[in-house]
């Protein structure tokens, strides 16, 4: 069966790769495609790259930085950041991405998720959610977390899925660099709703975080930055403490290519 | 030199990336030339089938690739592996290249319904019949899967399966025709060893 997946998130800033905490604080951590190599040396699954850069300038940088990642990375890269059309979904894909993540590009004109769909099949298109509590509802923020949109959360994620995402990824707000573990109650509301694989993200601040994701077995992948890049918790280790703990992770033993 | 076929389907910057990576000689092309000069070829893929076979003929690359396929070693990937096959199922009925028996049909029709289709992810590849495209792979690694669709009444040409409820053939061959319904271009080390082990054959 298919294994549960461990991904590293990198947001890349002006070329380099940043992190925040509770989406705010943003601190320059490395370079992005030493990371990525990293990374695709230590045996994660899959990796993402968001493009928080603001201007035009930054945008033609970071496709750059993508190729070069693209181009020596051997696992599925997934790009999300500034997608408001068509046209970006291009951009990235030719660049070597193969999902896009879309997020406020949606919420703004959800007809873009079934656009890209058809386009380029489901399975390319990945919506990212940033969500919040407010008075004791999941409420969906839009612009990196800044805006809440007043849309419930398990609406929202239900009709990605009808309009033909093929993944959702979950980012908690609130748990999101706090490292205090991932935020179930969230994850579980949002992850009975939809049936298509479901990525945790936020939170995540030890190895044991991750075993506990997996026990809720809706959740297919647990996406991490911070504890990952400033090498807290190293993949390769981790996915051997889960393969101990009886979750389903691909090992990668010695290499021979 | 690999050929790599260009037929305006999928993205063909990671296969080639992997190829020069591993050192390889390949040519991302859609000149009938190039695969007639080629010791390889490589029918990538990745969309849907009608839309895909549709663009491929207009490349007036269907005849050439048909002969080829008997003198040298092919390798179709995901979509451009399905397209081998006789007949697809994927949005009505859609003839294939017919170079290796079976059809394809939708996962979802015999899954377990509780099961997310796409079936995508990292999943174990059984070997069921030892080759030498095998030489550097170890039997049940695992390799990368995105797809809806999958090749069925094809057990003679199965080399290696894997499970997703049913068997699902991950690597299929007939003659030098092979075809792989994973991507072993994004399929990390395991991956690169399988395509090493394609370019190594004969």
């Known amino acids: 069966m298919v294994s549960k997946r461990i991904i590293p998130c990198l947001d890349v800033r002006d070329g380099r790769v940043v992190k925040g905490v509770n989406f705010e604080g943003i601190q320059d951590m490395a370079d992005p495609v030493d990371m990525a190599r990293w990374y695709n040396e230590t045996g994660a699954d899959e990796l993402v790259f968001y493009d928080i850069t603001a201007s035009v300038e930054g945008r033609a940088l970071f496709t750059d930085i993508l190729r070069a990642v693209a181009s020596e990375i051997f696992i599925p890269l997934t790009v999300g950041g500034g997608i408001n059309a068509l046209e970006d979904f291009d951009r990235v894909l030719k660049c070597g991405a193969d999902k896009v993540s879309v997020n406020s590009g949606a919420i703004k004109d959800p007809s873009l998720i ?63 660099g706090v490292r205090g573990g991932f ?20 939170g995540a601040g030890c190895m044991e975080d991750f075993s506990e994701l997996f026990k809720y077995d809706r959740v297919d992948a647990g996406l991490a930055a911070g504890i990952f890049h400033t090498k807290k918790v190293i993949i390769s280790d981790l996915k051997r403490y889960l393969a101990g703990c009886g979750v389903n992770v691909r090992l990668e033993e010695d290499k021979w290519s | 030199m690999i050929a790599i076929i260009d037929y305006g389907v999928g993205n063909l910057f990671s296969l080639s990336s992997s190829l020069s ?42 005849d050439t690739i048909r002969e080829q396929a008997e003198k040298k070693p092919l390798l179709g990937i995901c979509l451009g592996m399905q397209l081998l096959f006789e007949k697809s199922y994927e949005y009505g009925e859609h003839e294939g290249l017919g170079l290796i028996r079976g059809v394809v049909a939708p996962l979802a029709a015999d899954i377990n319904p509780d099961l997310k289709v796409p079936h995508m992810g990292w999943n174990s590849l059984h070997i069921i019949k030892d080759d030498p495209i095998f030489r550097y792979f170890r039997n049940g690694e695992l390799v990368y899967y995105v797809h809806s669709y999958y090749a069925k009444n094809c057990k003679e040409s199965t080399l290696g399966v894997s499970q997703y409820d049913v068997p699902v053939a991950g690597l299929v061959r007939s003659g030098l025709v092979y075809g792989a319904q994973f991507h072993p271009e994004k399929s990390g080390d395991a991956g690169l060893r399988l395509l090493r082990g394609f370019a190594d054959l004969y």
């Open chain 1, 114 to 176: 079934g656009a890209a769909a058809k386009r380029y099949g489901d399975q390319c298109v990945v919506l990212s959610m940033d969500v919040k509590r407010v008075d004791g509802e999941f409420k969906v923020f839009a612009k990196g977390g800044r805006e809440n949109t007043g849309i419930n959360a398990i609406s929202w994620a239900r009709r990605g899925e009808e309009l033909g995402a093929g993944e959702i990824v979950l980012n908690s707000i609130d748990t999101d």
């Open chain 1, 183 to 202: 935020d179930m109650p969230m994850l579980r509301a949002i992850g009975e709703a939809v049936t298509i694989p479901v990525v945790a993200s936020g």
């Open chain 2, 21 to 62: 990576f591993l050192g390889l000689d390949c040519r991302v092309t859609s000149r009938k030339e190039d695969l007639e000069d080629a010791d390889k070829i490589i029918l990538p893929g990745v969309g849907a089938f009608g839309d895909a076979m549709e663009r491929l003929i207009k490349t007036g690359l269907v």
